[in-house]
């Protein structure tokens, strides 16, 4: 049985990796693969595909526990394919990723004579027994950058891909599973905007995943620096005109960047009152940008109410951080977490059953 965890911290990329803990069976298996191959030049890359794939398939066996699908490992020389259901993925194996360019060899692309649905980005830490799942581009994707890029390309054997252009977040894989039927597609590639227009209820083994319609006009926090802000999202000083005993007792100090505030409303567990969701935006270097999100309450209220949660989602619905109110808390926050411009969030405002939602674009 595979160990699978996600790292606790967040990182510029808005993502928790997905990390496979290796054991001893894992190691076992690859070995008996790697004999199959009769390539002794590639011997290690042999051995690091093959912790790739059997890791890989462990993750999808026990995110998907409850679909009958099935999983074939399929043998080249370039490397390995996962047959999921109707899916094939390959799997572009590298060791330490240190750079933001991924080296993938184009007979993989060209001349391939499987059909790959997917092109997986695994990251495996031979020492460290990990697997990590760092991105995915479905089949469409990589071919046009691949036919956009190859005029200036040097390199005969090798596609120099950007770990940019790579969905980060695995569960988007999943999702291809899981809407699958509804889609009534047998071969569908499915990208996370077109994902966030589905409208149904999945069922999972632990908790259901709501997909709803996203709103069409996400605000985007990278522009609030050029004075463009959604409507909703007013100033400090309107806040406190709207709401005249608004608690900022610790946010008026040292403020940096762009800061707005909007009122949440959570009529059904507060009657008339409301909260005010405060985000902090400070521009690090270049593209790259830190954000603090707060929650203050608000009215004659001196205290959120109890067992108030904030909780901040990646774009696939995964939770990064979540904090609840004590008794006496008179704000919340989350830990200040960066960001580049474009990359989505959402942050959710939760009281026993009733929730609010707002997503972000940076």
């Given amino acids: 049985m595979s160990n699978i965890s996600t790292h606790n911290s967040v990182d510029f990329r808005l993502l928790i990796p997905e990390v496979i803990y290796l054991e001893s069976e894992h190691f076992d298996r690859a070995e008996k693969i790697c004999l199959q191959s009769n390539h002794e030049d590639k011997q290690w890359q042999n051995h690091l595909n093959s912790l790739a794939v059997v890791a890989f398939k462990d993750w999808f066996k026990e995110k998907l526990s409850t679909y009958s699908l099935s999983l074939e490992i399929k043998a080249t020389e370039d490397g390995y394919y996962l047959s999921v259901g109707k899916f094939n993925y390959f799997l572009i194996t590298v060791e330490h990723l240190l750079d933001e360019i991924v080296n993938v060899s184009k007979s993989i692309i060209n001349t391939s004579t499987i059909k790959v649905d997917f092109y997986v980005l695994i990251e495996v830490l031979e020492e460290e027994e990990e697997v990590i799942i760092k991105g995915f581009l479905n089949n469409g994707e990589l071919h046009d950058y691949c036919t956009e890029i190859i005029s200036h390309s040097s390199n005969k054997n090798y596609y120099q891909i950007p770990l940019s252009i790579f969905d980060s977040e695995p569960n988007h894989l999943l999702l291809c599973h899981q809407f699958a039927e509804v889609l009534e597609l047998s071969r569908i590639e499915v990208s996370a905007a077109e994902l966030s227009t589905v409208k149904t209820e999945i069922k999972t083994k632990e908790k259901k995943i709501f997909i709803s319609e996203i709103d069409k006009k996400i605000p985007k926090l990278s522009e609030w620096f050029k004075n463009i802000f959604d409507e909703g999202w007013l100033t400090i000083d309107k806040l406190t005109k709207v709401e005249t ?17 909007k009122l949440i409303d959570l009529e059904i567990q507060l009657g008339k009152n409301t909260v005010a969701l405060l985000v902090n935006i400070v521009e690090v270097n270049g593209n790259k940008f830190s954000i603090l999100v707060q929650l203050h309450p608000t009215g004659k209220n001196k205290h959120l109410p109890h067992n108030l949660q904030l909780r901040m989602f990646s774009k696939g619905g995964k939770v990064l951080q979540d904090v609840q109110a ?12 960066k960001g580049e411009a474009g990359k989505r969030f959402s942050i959710e405002v939760a009281l026993g059953d009733v929730s609010v939602k707002e997503n972000f674009e940076i």
């Fill in 245 to 261: 005993n608004l608690a900022f007792n610790t946010i008026r100090k040292s403020i940096q960047g762009v800061r707005r505030g």
């Fill in 326 to 337: 004590r008794i006496k808390d008179n704000y919340i926050q989350l830990k200040p977490f």
